[in-house]
């Protein structure tokens, strides 16, 4: 007997998609208020078109959360992306970084492992043949601080299967990424 496909997980992948292109689009065209960004949300074509309601639901919780928290999100990747300013940062990897650093921060439901390997998959989707290792590399930077407590969450990096393998945290980030 087979499991029944996990709808959630498939709702919320598709959420972080719609999530995604409405956050690319708002690249080009910032939003400034919190009704222009609801706006902007429910005049995205992606997010029309959409017919899952808890895709939908879960993408405009994380638009809306990456725009309350934007100044925050943009000075942790400028801090981790070795001097390259937001302004260099493609629009791809920048909506994929912002999107992914809300749920690493600011989602409690959301593992590490998780926002990380859902960011992988938007960069292997929408970005160029470097952008998979330039979000992973950051967001590996990011899930360190985490786990070592510099940020006050209490998140942590899946140690159960690092210590059966022998492998360090920025291993086992960095081979989710391949």
Same mark, same amino acid.
């Given at each position: 007997?087979?499991?029944?496909?996990?709808?959630?997980?498939?709702?919320?992948?598709?959420?972080?998609?719609?999530?995604?292109?409405?956050?690319?689009?708002?690249?080009?065209?910032?939003?400034?208020?919190?009704?222009? $960004?609801? !706006? %902007?949300?429910? &005049?995205?074509?992606?997010? /029309?078109?959409?017919?899952?309601? @808890?895709?939908?639901?879960?993408?405009?919780?994380?638009?809306?959360?990456?725009?309350?928290?934007?100044?925050?999100?943009?000075?942790?990747?400028?801090?981790?992306?070795?001097?390259?300013?937001?302004?260099?940062?493609?629009? $791809?990897? !920048? %909506?994929?970084? &912002?999107?992914?650093?809300? /749920?690493?921060?600011?989602?409690? @439901?959301?593992?590490?492992?998780?926002?990380?390997?859902?960011?992988?998959?938007?960069?292997?989707?929408?970005?160029?043949?470097?952008?998979r290792a330039f979000v992973n590399g950051i967001l590996d930077a990011v899930a360190?601080?985490?786990?070592?407590?510099?940020?006050?969450?209490?998140?942590?990096?899946?140690?159960?299967?690092?210590?059966?393998?022998?492998?360090?945290?920025?291993?086992?980030?960095?081979?989710?990424?391949?």
């Amino acid at each position: 007997m087979t499991a029944a496909p996990d709808k959630r997980k498939g709702s919320r992948r598709q959420g972080r998609t719609l999530a995604f292109q409405v956050l690319f689009g708002m690249g080009f065209v910032p939003q400034e208020s919190e009704a222009a $960004v609801r !706006l %902007a949300f429910k &005049r995205n074509p992606a997010v /029309e078109e959409c017919e899952l309601e @808890d895709a939908k639901s879960f993408a405009s919780q994380l638009v809306q959360g990456v725009s309350e928290h934007l100044p925050e999100i943009d000075k942790i990747i400028g801090k981790h992306s070795d001097h390259w300013k937001i302004g260099r940062i493609g629009k $791809v990897e !920048l %909506a994929i970084l &912002r999107l992914s650093l809300f /749920e690493i921060l600011h989602r409690s @439901d959301i593992p590490l492992k998780v926002a990380i390997n859902e960011a992988i998959e938007l960069a292997k989707g929408y970005g160029d043949e470097s952008s998979r290792a330039f979000v992973n590399g950051i967001l590996d930077a990011v899930a360190r601080a985490v786990d070592e407590g510099r940020f006050g969450i209490e998140k942590k990096i899946d140690k159960k299967a690092e210590a059966s393998s022998g492998a360090t945290s920025k291993d086992t980030l960095t081979r989710a990424a391949k």
